[in-house]
């Protein structure tokens, strides 16, 4: 009874997203206040369906109702509740759900924060976010019917994927889906504002928060991800530029473009059009995303099944939204052109090359992703496209990316002197190669990109000090505490971002060129060496769980003689579906993680053991943690909230005015 | 400096720009590419050697052997028409297993395929569509040649 009562209100919250789809937008365009306020109790009852329909669901897990298809393929009896609870998503159908419900969490949020937007604007991007759902809703619903029953039921379920049994799991796809998604409003925003044909500063700082917080689930996402990749997957690689990571990357990309292309929109009313394209690129790349890790073309733990059917659907959607994005904004360009300009050397101008080389790095990760699918899909031989491509030609996109992201901060908007400036910043800029070179050299590993990476990360680091100093010394002779106050949360937010950045490349350049891996036979008593770590193996034993059965080798870790306590890496036997799986084991420490894995037992008893030893790999999510306080510094800024007052005092009396 | 001017740098900039990265994924595919083959056509010589390329196929049954070190292993991957015999040093996914599918990355060196990846499936039912494609190959020609 309740999983039907689940998918009849998911019919509900279809049929209340077409509602929302087109009444508002047919209120907007006859100026009636009525129709158009039909948006936001519609974006409010169907995130309330949604949500019944997602509890629905949870429960036949969490009941370990087996007669529902999706719970016996995904759980089972002897599950943990919380991965029961997890599981909903941890599969295609369940995970629609989740993407529809995020969607509609986002639509619920536009109408409670954005009451002092003009109604025929809201009206407008609520008829864009209605479209949006009712697709994927009716996409979930005709393809994907997560409610479908399984008659006669099973005794017992299938249990979800064990790589998915994971804290790091419980997590990864909410914040991901809120990231991908979240790119949808500064879309509806985008298509809302060319609709009216009203692009202009205020447009831009609507969307900007909106955009930014996006961003920030995504970074978090992603984050996540790795980092479940990395001590989940049992060999301590944190990105393998695969597919589905790809996918999750090139909205980043683009995203991040967008946000920098906002700035310049609100504060100097340039880029319009530019800003425009990237909100439509940067969703559609969300719903690419979409289409590569749920049609099926790829395979990897994230692609559960392969339906043709579904595929076409994304990919129809995907067709329809860029079409359509792409037309109207055809049929608006010409209302998008001038805006303040600037000079050759100005803020504008570095902004306008960062966006340009994100650009270009996000379309040469989209190639190197789609080539193989293409050759394939036209019969011309299968072949793929690994790492080694994706890094070749990403150091060198990056490189003058991050240079001038320190860079590009100490200039003024409008017009500045290069000369002048390029003299202030030329100390860091010369210490920074200095300390790269130096420090590459110190670490005994003098490769050329070992210390580019250390010269980068010194100029940011650097750079961004000098910067802060700078912005301190603006005011002379106010007091340290005013002078700090002075400070706006967006400045504090593009700076910790930035210097996240310093530190993110610091862990990826130490454990790419430093790192360091031994595969090795083991006895119990037997020790082995790596990086000045010792370990010695003191035996295997028992380690049942729940829904598994585990060996678990205890390994003691030795430093100079000193004990530095036992890593128990597992082998796990998931008993539903008799799958093996490595559970790492980690020493974390901040300047260097190490990591044991277990192999295979051999006949005699002895056991392969993978040792891994990957300094300031912690930085890496350091950094990302800095740019995701960075993005939420600068989403909380206060100059939103004190304009927004005044648009509400704008809006209330156009509509007064109206009236009258 | 006047407008056309600066608008003309500009452009000029991001075409030299494209121009360069366009020029930079070309090159890196032209490098890093990662053909793949049947064992079929590694047999017949269609592989190249001394290039990194993958093969896919079925871990035939009994060809797994570790050599005393333990980290090495030999096995063989077959599309059961052809068998091409694997090195491989290093730890194994814990979905590899004889008579189940396969999908190995590395270079040809004297008849023998030195491996360095051995790549992992996800879900113990799951075929790597490599390894799909090249069995379906091999008994597609096994099928023209009986007729």
């Known amino acids: ?59 036949a897990f969490i009941q370990s109702d087996f007669s529902v298809q999706l719970a016996a393929s995904n759980s089972h009896s002897a599950t943990p509740l919380m991965y029961k609870i997890t599981g909903v998503w941890g599969n295609h159908e369940g995970s629609l759900l989740l993407w529809a419900m995020s969607l509609s969490l986002w ?7 954005s009451r002092h937007l003009p109604d025929a604007f809201l009206a407008r991007v609520l008829g864009v976010l209605g479209w949006v759902s009712a697709g994927f809703i ?37 914040l991901l889906y809120m990231g991908y998604v979240g790119f949808s409003v500064a879309f509806a925003f985008a298509i809302a504002a060319l609709l009216s044909g009203r692009l202009d500063a205020a447009w831009a700082r ?8 996006a961003w920030v689930f995504l970074t978090a996402g992603i984050a996540v991800g790795s980092g479940w990749a990395y001590y989940e997957l049992g060999w301590g690689g944190w990105w393998f530029w695969d597919p589905v990571e790809n996918a999750s990357f090139m909205p980043w990309l683009l995203g991040t473009a967008l946000m920098h292309s906002l700035a310049v929109t609100e504060k100097r009313g340039a880029f319009r059009s530019w800003t425009v394209l990237l909100a439509i690129g940067a969703f559609s790349l969300s719903l690419l995303g979409t289409f590569l890790v749920r049609s099926g073309v790829i395979t990897s733990v994230h692609a559960f099944a392969t339906d043709p059917k579904r595929g076409l659907y994304i990919l129809a959607l995907l067709v329809i939204v860029i079409g359509f994005s792409l037309l109207l904004y055809a049929m608006r360009a010409n209302k998008l052109m001038g805006g303040g300009s600037f000079g050759l050397v100005s803020r504008e101008t570095s902004l306008l090359a960062n966006n340009v080389l994100l650009t270009v790095a996000s379309a040469s990760v989209l190639l190197g992703t789609l080539y193989p699918l293409f050759l394939d899909a036209l019969g011309l031989g299968k072949i793929s496209v690994g790492p080694p491509y994706f890094e070749a030609v990403f150091v060198p996109l990056m490189t003058p990316v991050v240079v001038l992201m320190a860079f590009g901060p100490f200039l003024r908007w409008k017009d500045d002197d290069l000369l002048a400036e390029v003299r202030r910043v030329a100390p860091a800029f010369v210490a920074s190669v200095a300390i790269g070179v130096g420090s590459a050299w110190a670490v005994d590993h003098l490769t050329w990109r070992t210390a580019l990476g250390l010269s980068l990360a010194a100029w940011v680091v650097l750079a961004s000090l000098q910067l802060l100093a700078r912005r301190l010394g603006e005011r002379a002779g106010a007091s340290a505490g005013s002078r700090l106050r002075s400070i706006t949360a967006s400045w504090w937010g593009m700076w910790l971002a930035h210097f996240g950045i310093g530190i993110f490349i610091i862990g990826v350049t130490m454990v790419g060129s430093l790192d360091r891996h031994l595969d090795v036979k083991m006895k119990e008593g037997q020790h082995a060496e790596l990086a000045g770590y010792t370990f010695v193996f003191r035996g295997a034993v028992d380690a049942d769980g729940p829904n598994y059965d585990a060996a678990r080798g205890n390994i003691e870790l030795i430093r100079d003689g000193r004990s530095l306590g036992i890593l128990t890496p597992e082998k796990r036997v998931y008993l539903a579906q008799g799958m093996p799986m490595t559970e790492a084991s980690l020493d974390i420490g901040v300047f260097r993680d190490v990591y044991v894995s277990l192999g295979e037992q051999l006949e005699d008893g002895a056991w392969i053991v993978s040792l891994y030893y990957k300094p300031f790999i912690s930085w890496i999510w350091m950094g990302c943690v800095l740019m995701g306080l960075g993005g939420v510094f600068a989403a909380a800024d206060r100059r939103y909230r004190r304009l927004a007052a005044r648009d509400a005092a704008a809006a209330v009396g156009g509509r007064a005015g109206a009236a009258a | 400096m006047k407008a056309r001017s600066k608008r003309l740098m500009l452009v000029g900039g991001g075409v030299a720009l494209l121009f360069a990265a366009v020029a930079l994924v070309l090159s890196a595919f032209q490098q890093n590419l990662v053909f793949f083959h049947t064992p079929t056509e590694v047999s017949e010589g269609k592989a190249p050697t001394g290039k990194t390329f993958r093969i896919g196929g079925m871990v035939e049954d009994g060809s797994i052997a570790r050599e005393a070190d333990g980290i090495t292993v030999r096995f063989a991957i077959t599309d059961t028409a052809k068998v091409i015999p694997v090195t491989y040093k290093g730890t194994l996914p814990d979905l590899f297993k004889e008579g189940k599918g396969a999908v190995v990355q590395g270079k040809l060196e ?14 113990e039912n799951y075929m790597p569509p490599e390894a799909a494609h090249a069995v379906e190959q091999a008994q597609k020609a096994a099928q023209t040649v009986s007729q």
């Open chain 1, 107 to 113: 639509t619920v949020a536009v109408t409670v924060f």
């Open chain 1, 206 to 213: 609507w969307s900007r928060p909106w955009t930014t917080i």
């Open chain 1, 1 to 59: 009874m309740i999983p039907e009562l689940g998918h009849f209100a998911l019919i509900l919250a279809l049929v209340l997203s077409l509602v929302q789809a087109v009444v508002p937008l047919v209120g907007a365009h006859r100026n009636s206040s009525a129709l158009m306020g039909v948006g936001r109790p519609a974006a409010q009852g169907q995130f309330f369906f949604i949500l019944f329909s997602y509890v629905c669901l949870t429960w």
């Open chain 2, 110 to 123: 004297g008849g023998v395929f030195r491996a360095t990846e051995v790549l992992a499936k996800h879900d």
């Open chain 1, 138 to 174: 009716s996409f979930t619903l005709v393809t994907s019917n997560p409610f479908e029953r399984l008659l006669p039921a099973v005794a017992d379920g299938r249990d979800l994927n064990p790589l998915l049994q994971d804290p790091g799991m419980i997590i990864h796809p909410p």
